[in-house]
Every structure is written in C-alpha cells, then in structure tokens.
C-alpha cells in the first residue's frame, strides 16, 4: 500500500516529446490527419499524468482541443504538457501542440487541447492523487 500522495507543483509536471510528420500521418493535402494529433496529445497528457502520479492512468474525458493552424507534412511537431489540476482522483492536463519548420526553427502554436485521467489503483479502481501545489515563487512570505 503506498503512502499519502505528496503534492508536486505544476512545473515539475511538464513532458515536452518531439516527433516528425510523415506521410502515412497526413490527409490528401499533405496536413496532419486531427486524429494523429488528437492521437499525439493524448499519449503526451497520458505520459504526463502517469509521472505526475507513479500510478496507472486511463483518459477519462478530453475537455476541448482547439485546431489553430494546420500542420503540414515534413515538419516537427513539439508537444508540451502540464499539469494544470488535480481532484481526488483525476489530473487535468493542459496540452499544447507546436509545428515547427526543421530547417529554419519557425514555430507556431498549432492544437492545444485538455484532457482528464483518472489514476488507479492495483485493483483498477480510481485512487487518489497528489494534489497541485502553489509554485515555489507564487507562495506568500511569511509575515
């Protein structure tokens, strides 16, 4: 049985992964099919949310992704994921997507999205989380 779950602040949560688009992952007009992206996002949020909590994580929900900008055949695509909030078994994780151009290091924010997992236990059952904790540099000095 593990202990009471220590709380972690939200910039010890971040997981960047990097990756780059081939053609077996694009539509007939060279872009990123939305699933792929979609696809991309969750196994970040996944991977995010599962060292956040050293425990099993299943998605629960995606709250709502936002496609800006297509993302286009050739080029890198960097995610970066933080967690943004905990309840008593759930981790919210912000997740943005950037495209960048390989030669030149042009970047731009192309989907950005929210998921929802919930952690579990050895039973699959949900279990509790580590709550979020205030950043080290947002926390009142004491009087």
Request: hydrophobic residues 35%.
């Amino acid at each position: 049985m593990r202990g009471t779950p220590t709380s972690l602040p939200s910039s010890a949560t971040e997981t960047r992964m990097v990756d780059m688009v081939f053609p077996d992952q694009t539509n007939h007009y060279g872009t990123l099919f939305g699933g792929e992206a979609l696809s991309l996002m969750d196994m970040s949020a996944f991977i995010t949310a599962s060292r956040y909590t050293r425990r099993t994580v299943v998605t629960a929900s995606s709250e709502r992704v936002d496609f800006h900008t297509p993302v286009r055949q050739g080029q890198l695509v960097e995610l970066i994921s933080r967690v943004v909030a905990t309840g008593r078994t759930s981790v919210t994780v912000d997740v943005e997507l950037f495209a960048e151009e390989l030669l030149t290091g042009t970047r731009q924010l192309c989907t950005r999205g929210r998921f929802v997992l919930v952690a579990l236990d050895e039973s699959h059952k949900p279990t509790p989380v580590p709550p979020l904790a205030p950043e080290p540099d947002t926390v009142a000095p004491a009087p």
